[in-house]
């Protein structure tokens, strides 16, 4: 059974930095990523982590954030370091994985059928 949980969320004033974490269970090699929703907006995507280990960004984090995957006994840990956070980036923000690397493209989050409960991020001006 695949699960998610993610944690890390918070408040931060515009600037800051947070990191989250996304500790996963159920399968070990499969996309994942971290996508957003913000109140009254669509879910869209953040970044996502090839079953290669290429990383692709929305251009809206490019610079700003990084995704990666723990090593060692921290392998069933995905994260997301978020630099420079700016009030546009207030979102709930979930991690999700999808057996098909064909889909793994922030751009389609339709096609992630695992979603973890989402962790809320809140920066102030």
């Known amino acids: 059974q695949v699960q998610l949980v993610e944690s890390g969320g918070g408040s931060v004033q515009s600037g800051g930095s947070l990191r989250l974490s996304c500790v996963f269970s159920?399968?070990?090699?499969?996309?994942m990523g971290w996508f957003r929703q913000a109140p009254g907006k669509e879910r869209e995507g953040v970044a996502v982590?090839?079953?290669?280990?290429?990383?692709?960004?929305a251009h809206f984090v490019k610079g700003r954030f990084a995704i990666s995957q723990g090593e060692g006994d921290d392998k069933n840990t995905l994260y997301l370091q978020m630099n420079s956070l700016k009030p546009e980036d207030t979102a709930m923000y979930y991690c999700?994985?999808?057996?098909?690397?064909?889909?793994?493209?922030?751009?389609?989050?339709?096609?992630?059928?695992?979603w973890g409960q989402g962790t809320q991020v809140t920066v102030s001006s």
């Open positions: 999700a994985a999808t057996p098909n690397d064909w889909a793994c493209s922030t751009d389609r989050p339709g096609f992630f059928g695992y």
């Open positions: 159920g399968y070990s090699r499969y996309c």
């Open positions: 982590l090839h079953t290669d280990g290429d990383e692709s960004y």
